[in-house]
């Protein structure tokens, strides 16, 4: 049976030079897209709010657990 539960993926920044919309060191959301993913890219939601692709070199992804991205995502919708 196929897991029906949403899974949210998190990566770590640790290179932000050149980017001003990166923090080295700072957990930022990826977006899924295959098509970034085979030229090593990822998608991810930076400082500004909207989703870029970044080379998948400058950030560590990071795998938590069901209720962990959970409160994760609450905390980002409450940014907003």
């Given at each position: 049976?196929?897991?029906?539960?949403?899974?949210?993926?998190?990566?770590?920044?640790?290179?932000?030079?050149?980017?001003?919309?990166?923090?080295?060191?700072?957990?930022?959301?990826?977006?899924?897209?295959?098509?970034?993913?085979?030229?090593?890219?990822?998608?991810?939601v930076d400082e500004s709010g909207?989703?870029?692709?970044?080379?998948?070199?400058?950030?560590?992804?990071?795998?938590?657990?069901?209720?962990?991205?959970?409160?994760?995502?609450?905390?980002?919708?409450?940014?907003?």
């Amino acid at each position: 049976m196929a897991n029906s539960r949403k899974r949210y993926r998190f990566a770590v920044c640790i290179a932000d030079e050149g980017a001003d919309d990166l923090q080295a060191w700072k957990l930022y959301r990826v977006l899924p897209d295959d098509a970034a993913a085979e030229e090593n890219y990822l998608r991810v939601v930076d400082e500004s709010g909207e989703d870029y692709l970044y080379p998948a070199s400058r950030f560590v992804v990071v795998d938590f657990p069901a209720a962990v991205q959970k409160q994760l995502m609450a905390a980002t919708s409450e940014k907003k």
